[in-house]
């Protein structure tokens, strides 16, 4: 059978799986036995001696982070198998679910019931459990903040095999120190997020901007405005931008509607591209969901470099619907040959900075690696403890900047260049999301992240023979 062909077939069945089991009330039932067997697993480690790291027993071929870690072949894995949706408490505005549920998943349940949530991350395939203990963000994190930030409360096994809960009043130095710690401080086995009354339609405002200084501009003022519901923009050049403001509405122009997630659609990028050719200001409203998942098809624009015909008409008419390839079934064929070019000649990384040096930024990225487009999503960090927090004692507008594709420039090197981006992303107080390959050495590391609370907790759970350091995970030197 063709791999695409199977991939949709495993989709169909894990999306019909989830239903039928919320449908059901079984879940929950379920859920506790599964929180137990991960319990019994961690205890018997516990009594085996404890010899070596914990780690869980997904494949890291199965996770979208680029990365296959050296960790899953010397840690003792713990499987844990949770998927599932357990609970939509529409009084409290709460979604309840398990790690391994999906953004794909979650999506079509609550947009079925007219729900959504408040920030809901691009790409069908990343996982609450990920976005928990890495992190995640969307267009409308101008208002709501990170992934971490719609979260109300997590439950964790630690150690030890035990079972907590915790709030930003309940066990609250846990609950802050969790985000993007990636796993070293327990195993995540639920979480509560909030969720908001969702509408039809975004409302979608296109405008192409020109000029380095007008695009900051712009786009500073528009992530500030509060009645913007999803700010984005897609910067094609140094100079060159089309920013995007949206809101959501129950009603739309029959002219103007454009249901963008359609297989035979144009990939979103190459859509958006369109008016900055024509130069104009447009509006088009998009059904919610095709929204939320608009850079999924084409992973942002990745896939033109996979299939570079992928957007052609006859192509998306004829197996559009069978794109896109997952990305763990890239990374499970991928071999270590293949694997070390792309390495040494493809960007990905994420760089999260005080939006008052976006401009300093793009100007950096432009110089040290020239990749376009670039992704600017802006996010309101707020004042609150843990590793990702303001320099200040009040909450800042920050902007994350996506790089994704073959570097430009001739003296492109990975490693130093990429130092060079960190480098630069530590002395304005950023941050880089961990997803990425990170060069940076340890005493680097903690200067970029508030490693405060965070090492206390690990020493308060006895969780540094239990669990690696977050940094001794996510660095260059450990994985393949």
Known sequence: MDPLLYLVIFDVYYYLRAWII????????????????????????????????????????????????????????????????????????VVRVEPLANMGQVTALLNSIGWTLPVLPELDDLTVGGLVM????????????????????????LADGSLVRCTEKENSDLFYAVPWSCGTLGFLVAAEIRIIPARKWVKLRYESIRGLDAICKKFAEESANKENQF?????????????????????????????????????????VEGFLKQNRVAVEYIPLRHYYHRHTRSIFWELQDIIPFGNNPLFRYVFGWMVPPKISLLKLTQGETIRKLYEQHHVVQDMLVPMKHIKTAIQRFHEDIHVYPLWLCPFVLPNQPGMVHPKGDEDELYVDIGAY???KVKHFEARSSTRQLEKFVRDVHGFQMLYADVYMERQEFWEM????????????????????EVYDKICKTARH
């Open 449 to 468: 992240f508030d490693g405060t609370l965070y090492h206390k907790l690990r020493k308060q759970l006895n969780c540094e023979d239990a669990f690696p």
């Open 405 to 407: 594709g073959e570097p």
């Open 22 to 93: 919320f449908k059901m009330c079984s879940a929950p039932k379920q859920h506790d036995q599964r929180v137990r067997d991960i319990q019994r697993q961690v205890r018997e480690w516990k009594t085996e001696g404890g010899k070596k790291h914990m780690c869980t027993g997904r494949p890291g071929w199965l996770t979208v982070s680029l990365r296959v870690g050296k960790y899953k072949k010397t840690h003792k894995n713990i499987m844990i198998n949770m998927m599932d949706i357990l609970e939509v408490d529409t009084k409290r505005q």
């Open 231 to 271: 700010v984005e923009g897609l910067q094609y050049s140094r100079d060159e931008a089309v920013i995007m403001t949206g809101t959501m509405t129950d009603h739309a122009e029959p002219d103007k509607t454009n249901c963008i997630g359609y297989y035979y659609k144009p990939w979103f990028f190459r859509h």
């Open 134 to 157: 890495g992190t995640g963000i969307e267009s409308s994190s101008n208002i709501y903040g990170l992934f971490q930030h719609i979260c109300v409360a997590f439950e964790l096994v």
